[in-house]
């Protein structure tokens, strides 16, 4: 059974950059993903990488701002999010499927952090 730990959430400014971290125990063949759920909203992906990080997701309103990547050696996945906006906080989990393949629906992923969270000011 995978185990998930998150890190790397915090309060920033409009226009600026946080790097969350993802580190897991188990890892290996899992494409992984993140999901955040803003307050009073459903959890919802974000982003979403395959086993072999050939394949890569984005939720349309993350696209060209965030990167998801991952370190295998390493057990981790990272997602740099730049030009944050307000819009964007939200507590954000790392999940992981057990499958190489990445997909959006959260019903797809069996493992989960706890979460960070994330809160941008404007």
């Known amino acids: 059974q995978v185990q998930l730990v998150e890190s790397g959430g915090g309060l920033v400014q409009a226009g600026g950059s946080l790097r969350l971290s993802c580190t897991a125990s188990g890892f290996s063949g899992y494409a992984m993903g993140w999901f955040r759920q803003p307050p009073g909203k459903e959890r919802e992906f974000v982003a979403g990488i395959s086993w072999s990080a050939t394949r890569t997701q984005y939720t349309d309103s993350v696209q060209g701002r965030f990167t998801i990547s991952r370190d295998n050696d390493r057990n981790t996945v990272y997602l740099q999010m730049n030009s944050l906006k307000p819009e964007d906080t939200a507590v954000y989990y790392c999940?992981?499927?057990?499958?190489?393949?990445?997909?959006?629906?959260?019903?797809?992923?069996?493992?989960w952090g706890q979460g960070t969270q994330v809160t941008v000011s404007s």
């Open positions: 999940a992981a499927r057990g499958s190489t393949l990445v997909v959006t629906s959260r019903w797809a992923y069996e493992q």
